[in-house]
């Protein structure tokens, strides 16, 4: 599906510059957007050096074990398919818990971390597990406890309450999350049943 | 008062983390400096290794963009989202949203400021804003790190999410403010 709407953006895009005669700004923003990319990566080298440092850190000392024992409860319903007290838990929790606190820049290397052990205890490498598609639901559908950048936005426009979209935010983002997570749980159950008839 | 409190928690959630794992690893007798330096050092590969993806996805988004195909795709859906009693003015934000962060967030802001914080308008595109991530990206990311290449339902199960929390975003906003 990637492959498909990846193919489709890229397409698209070139097919209407061509048709409305701008066709030279496929070349413009193809080549800009290939340095952002690069930009971007070398941008978050400093932020990752320093939360994979502090993670290890975190993981030789036991306090992901710690953590990940805490939610065990909750986590055995999401993650039916990760061994108890394994550490992917407790990165999986820390990525959680720096998006819901919108530390953006420390969630992506505790991710990444949790992804890199999912993929350990994953059969098939180039496939998705369970536990990963289940992860990035809840990731990126994630709630957000104080839109910082929104509210910041709304102060500098002269807002009279700038802060009133934070309830209207966190429950339209629990509806999202709420389906992401029952649609992924349903469409696990027809794939292994489609799999069983096989 | 919550949001005070909220506020401050965020504030002070990073100087604690460096504050608390460093400490507590050297309670339980890890040699912190060496450990850290260990861990660190996968911070660079990892980096690199998200590089083509990032730049892949960002082209086609980027070529999506320039070529002004997203005025196109919104007079497509506007009868069915009119419909809905969706504003058709906040369809580009939530076409944008789960493509690119800084796209969404620049549109955000521009509609803050044409119609004002506290429109209607500014309070759906400020819900939206923050109610979801930018889906593409992550799963780009987040897959490419480790090399997955079948990515099965994550992509529907994003794109739900975040069609949901669209929806929902004008659906409170209407029952909250009116």
Known sequence: MVNLIWLFLLLTGIIVAGMSGRIEVVTESALHAAQTGVKTAFEIIGVMTLWLGLLKLAEKSGLVKVIAKLVRPIAVILFPSIPKNSPALGAIIMNLSANILGLGNAATPFGLKAMSQLQDMNPNKEEASDAMITFLALNTSCITLIPAMVISLRVTAGSANPVEIVSTTILATTCGTVVAVFLDRFIRKRYYRKKVKR | ?178
Request: glycine share 10%; with cysteine; aromatic share 14%.
């Open chain 2, 1 to 178: 008062m919550m949001i005070d409190f909220l506020t401050q928690v965020s504030r002070w959630a990073i100087p604690f983390l460096l504050f608390i794992i460093p400490a507590y690893a050297y309670f339980k007798k890890v040699n912190v400096y060496e450990v850290f330096v260990e861990g660190a050092q996968e911070g660079f590969t990892t980096a690199i290794r998200i590089l083509p993806y990032l730049v892949g996805m960002l082209v086609a988004i980027g070529v999506f963009r320039a070529s002004g195909a997203m005025e196109y795709l919104i007079k497509i859906i506007y009868p069915v989202t009119n419909l809905l009693g969706i504003p058709g003015e906040v369809l580009p934000l939530a076409l944008m949203r789960p493509l690119s962060g800084s796209g969404a967030l620049g549109i955000t802001a521009e509609m803050i400021q044409t119609y004002g914080p506290d429109s209607f308008i500014g309070r759906v595109a400020s819900t939206m804003q923050g109610s979801t991530d930018t889906t593409f990206y992550v799963l780009t990311v987040y897959f490419g790190s480790v090399g997955i290449k079948k990515f099965r339902h994550a992509v529907t199960v994003g794109l739900a999410a975040d069609i949901t929390s669209f929806l929902a975003s004008v659906f409170i906003c209407h029952l909250v403010f009116g």
